[in-house]
C-alpha cells in the first residue's frame, strides 16, 4: 500500500502538478488527502519498524523488554533489580548494601506521630498484575493494600507503576499513594525514587552545564577524615589522586526544583549515560525554588518528590484525624543514551534534548491510571500582574503558581496538593496550563519586590477551561519611602559576601563558581574575618556585596560557639518624633535561630523586637544560600531615634552550635508615611 500510494504521489506531482490536476479534473483535496495518508503511513512504517515492547513474568521477576532497555522488577514486591540497556546487562549496582541488594528503589520516611520511632519504607509490594500489553506499551502495577491489622506498616495503599514504550530509550515510572478515611494519624517526611549505579562504570557526575565532575566511589570514602557531619568527608584515601585532598558531601550538589530537570552520571567505558528526568514539578511540593538532592557520590541517582532538606522538620505530608488523601508522584523518565566520540559533552545535550522533550509532552498521554489527568482533562489560567509600590509597574518575570488554598506564602510549605508555576514576561503576562481540576489559590512573588501576593478568591479549574484572571495588581508591604536598605529582595544571601572556603577543605568544582556558597565549612569563616568583634555595616559607606557576610552565624571561642551581634550604623536627619518608621528584615533562612533587634543599645531589660525561635532547614550547614523565606515588619517610633547617627542591633541569640543561625534577604528602613 505503501508503495502505491507513493507512486500515485510522485504521478501526481511530477507530470501533472496542481494545474495539471485542475486540467485532469483532479481535485486539490484529493492531493492534500493522499499526502496526509502518506506522512501518515510513514511515520507507521517507521514506528512498526522498531521492535516491539515485550513482557515476561515469572513468579519471582517481571521483564520488560523494547530490545533498547530491559527492566526486570521483582515479583510481587515491584523493586528494580535489573537493567540492561543495548549489549549491556546490567547498570545497576551488583554488590550488596547494608546486606541487601538495593538496586532502584522507591522509599518514603514515616512516622506516626503517637510513636517516637521513625521508619524508612521501601514499598516493597504484595500484589502484582498488568496494567497494558501491547506491542507498543506495556504498564505493569505493584500494589500494597493496608489493613487495619498491619499496625507496624505504614498506612497506606500503595500502587507502583512501570511503563516501557516502543522505541524509547528508557523507561518511566510513577507512584499513587493512598490514605482513606479513618486511618491513623501519618506523617511522611520524605518520599523518592534511589538508583545506585554501577561503581566501575559510571564515575562522572552532572548535575547542569557548570556542575560536573568525576566523583569519589564508596570504597574512596572510606577510611577518609570525617567533618562536622557523616555526610561531609575530606578524601584522604582515593584512589583516584585528583580527588585527594578535596571534600565530599552530597548537599553540595542540591537543585532548586525549577532547575532540576536532568541530572545524572556518563560512564566512559561503555560510553553510555544514565539520566533521571523530571518533566514537571507539579507533583513536587515547596515550590519552584524549593531545593533538594540531586545525583552524589556513591553513582546514586534520585527523583526527590519533597523532603525536609532545607525546609525543617515540619516540612511533609502531616494526616491528622482520619483524613483522606491521595497523591499521584511522577511520572519520572529514567533514560539512557550512548555516543559513539567517547565525548561526555555530547551525551550531556542529548539528555538536554530528551529533558525538553518530555517537558514539552506533559502532561503525558500514555500513563493508564486513572488518577493521572490527561491534557484535555485539564485546564488553564491566564491573566497580567501588576506592581503597586509607590508607582504602578508590570511583574516582569514574577513567578505565578496554582497550590492549595492557604495563607499568602502558604506554598512553601505545602506538600499534599499539586502545584503549578510559571513566570511572567516582561510585560507581567502569565499563562498555567496543564493544571489538575481543583480548587486553588493563585500565588505570585516578584524579584525584587519584598513579600507574598495571594489572590483574594479561590480560583476553580475546571477541565477544559481557562479561567482569565484579566489585571490583577499586588500591593507589597510599604509604609513610607525607604530611608535605606541592604541587599537585593530575591529571597536569596546570593548577593552578600561569600567568603573563600579554608584552604584545606575545598571542593576544587566550586572555585571561581557562581554558586561559591556550595562549599563546605563557610560558617567558619566568620570566625577567621571578625575573631574579636562583629560586623559592623555603615549605611552610605560600605556595600552589602563585599561588607556582609552571607550568614549570620555564631562566632567560635575556644571549642565553643557564642552569640553574635550586628551593627547598622546610620545617618538620620529630620527625625519625625511622632512618627512610626518602619524596618523590614526579611530572611532568606533561619536554622533554629532568634534574631532580636535593638535601637541605638543592645543591652538592657530586652531587645525591641525579637522573631523567637525560629526555622530549621538548616541551610547554613548543607550550602544552600536560602531555606524558606520570612518577612518581618518590625515598628520604631521616632523617639527612638536620634538626629544624626544611629545603630540598629541584628542579634542572633541562639549560640552553643555553630549551624544555629539565619540568612538575610534584604532590609529595609522606611520614614513614616507621608501625610495623605
Not at 62 to 88: A, F, H, Q, R, W
Not at 433 to 455: C, E, F, M, S
Not at 539 to 567: C, L
Not at 649 to 672: K, N, S, T, V
Request: aromatic share 12%; net charge positive.
Amino acid at each position: 500500500m505503501l508503495c502505491c500510494v507513493h507512486k500515485y504521489w510522485f504521478c501526481l506531482s511530477r507530470h501533472h502538478g496542481e494545474e495539471g490536476c485542475r486540467r485532469r479534473s483532479t481535485p486539490r483535496c484529493v492531493l492534500i488527502i493522499l499526502s496526509f495518508f502518506f506522512l501518515l503511513i510513514t511515520r507507521n512504517h517507521a514506528h512498526r519498524s522498531t521492535p516491539p515492547v515485550k513482557l515476561h513474568v515469572t513468579d519471582q521477576h517481571v521483564e520488560i523488554d523494547n530490545s533498547i532497555v530491559k527492566i526486570t522488577l521483582s515479583n510481587p514486591g515491584g523493586m528494580i533489580t535489573c537493567l540492561g540497556y543495548e549489549n549491556i546487562t546490567n547498570v545497576l549496582e551488583y554488590r550488596l548494601e547494608e546486606g541487601r541488594m538495593r538496586r532502584g528503589y522507591y522509599d518514603i520516611m514515616w512516622r506516626r506521630p503517637d510513636r517516637n520511632e521513625s521508619n524508612l519504607d521501601t514499598l516493597d509490594c504484595t500484589s502484582f498484575r498488568v496494567v497494558a500489553a501491547t506491542d507498543d506499551q506495556v504498564e505493569v502495577s505493584f500494589t500494597k493494600t493496608w489493613h487495619h491489622f498491619l499496625d507496624g506498616e505504614v498506612p497506606l495503599d500503595i500502587d507502583k507503576r512501570y511503563i516501557v514504550l516502543r522505541g524509547s530509550s528508557g523507561f518511566y515510572s510513577y507512584a499513587i499513594l493512598k490514605h482513606r478515611a479513618g486511618w491513623p494519624d501519618l506523617n511522611i517526611g520524605e518520599a523518592r525514587i534511589v538508583f545506585k549505579l554501577r561503581q566501575d562504570m559510571f564515575h562522572y557526575m552532572v548535575i547542569s552545564d557548570d556542575k560536573q565532575r568525576v566523583m569519589p566511589t564508596s570504597m574512596d570514602r572510606k577510611g577518609c577524615h570525617n567533618l562536622d557531619y557523616r555526610e561531609a568527608v575530606l578524601l584522604t584515601n582515593s584512589s583516584n589522586p585528583l580527588l585527594r585532598g578535596e571534600v565530599d558531601d552530597k548537599y553540595q550538589y542540591s537543585c532548586e526544583n525549577k532547575d532540576n530537570h536532568v541530572h545524572g552520571w556518563i560512564s566512559s567505558n561503555p560510553h553510555i549515560g544514565f539520566w533521571v528526568i523530571t518533566p514537571s514539578d507539579e507533583f513536587r511540593a515547596g515550590g519552584p525554588i524549593k531545593q533538594d538532592l540531586t545525583s552524589h557520590a556513591t553513582s546514586t541517582s534520585l527523583a526527590i518528590f519533597f523532603s525536609a532538606h532545607y525546609a525543617g522538620a515540619d516540612f511533609g505530608v502531616r494526616l491528622r484525624n482520619g483524613e483522606r488523601w491521595k497523591k499521584v508522584f511522577g511520572p519520572v523518565f529514567m533514560y539512557l543514551n550512548s555516543d559513539s566520540t567517547n565525548n561526555p559533552n555530547a551525551i550531556w545535550a542529548d539528555a538536554k534534548r530528551q529533558a525538553a522533550q518530555e517537558t514539552k509532552k506533559w502532561p503525558y498521554d500514555f500513563p493508564l491510571s486513572p488518577d493521572f489527568p490527561h491534557s484535555n482533562q485539564r485546564g488553564a489560567i491566564i491573566g497580567r500582574l501588576f506592581v503597586n509600590d509607590g508607582a504602578i509597574t508590570l511583574a516582569n518575570l514574577a513567578y505565578l503558581g496554582l497550590a492549595q488554598p492557604g495563607e499568602a506564602g502558604s506554598w512553601q510549605e505545602n506538600t499534599k496538593g499539586y502545584q503549578f508555576w510559571t513566570r511572567s514576561d516582561e510585560r507581567g503576562k502569565f499563562i498555567i496550563k496543564g493544571v489538575r481540576a481543583g480548587t486553588y489559590n493563585l500565588y505570585a512573588w516578584v524579584p525584587g519586590v519584598i513579600g507574598d501576593y495571594k489572590h483574594h478568591a479561590n480560583i476553580t479549574i475546571r477541565p477544559g477551561s481557562q479561567v482569565v484572571m484579566g489585571d490583577i495588581m499586588y500591593d507589597p508591604p510599604r509604609n513610607g519611602p525607604t530611608l535605606w536598605e541592604i541587599g537585593i529582595p530575591d529571597r536569596s544571601a546570593a548577593e552578600f559576601y561569600v567568603p573563600n572556603p579554608t584552604p584545606h577543605l575545598v571542593n576544587r568544582l566550586y572555585v571561581n563558581h557562581t554558586e561559591k556558597y556550595r562549599q563546605y565549612g563557610l560558617w567558619n569563616r566568620y570566625t577567621d574575618l571578625y575573631p574579636l568583634h562583629d560586623l559592623i555595616y555603615t549605611v552610605g559607606v560600605s556595600d552589602y556585596r563585599r561588607d556582609w557576610f552571607f550568614a549570620h552565624v555564631n562566632r567560635r571561642v575556644k571549642g565553643s560557639y557564642v552569640a553574635t551581634a550586628w551593627q547598622v550604623v546610620f545617618n538620620a536627619r529630620h527625625v519625625q518624633m511622632r512618627g512610626i518608621y518602619t524596618l523590614r528584615v526579611a530572611l532568606a533562612s533561619a536554622n533554629f535561630a532568634e534574631i532580636q533587634v535593638w535601637v541605638n543599645k543592645h543591652k538592657g531589660v530586652g531587645p525591641h523586637f525579637s522573631t523567637g525561635i525560629i526555622g530549621g532547614d538548616n541551610a547554613i550547614a548543607r550550602h544552600g544560600i536560602h531555606g524558606l523565606y520570612r518577612l518581618y515588619s518590625v515598628k520604631i517610633s521616632g523617639s527612638q531615634l536620634l538626629e544624626g547617627r544611629n545603630t540598629i542591633y541584628f542579634r542572633q541569640a541562639r549560640g552553643y552550635l555553630p549551624f544555629l543561625g539565619a540568612m538575610y534577604d534584604y532590609i529595609r528602613l522606611e520614614a513614616p508615611p507621608r501625610p495623605s
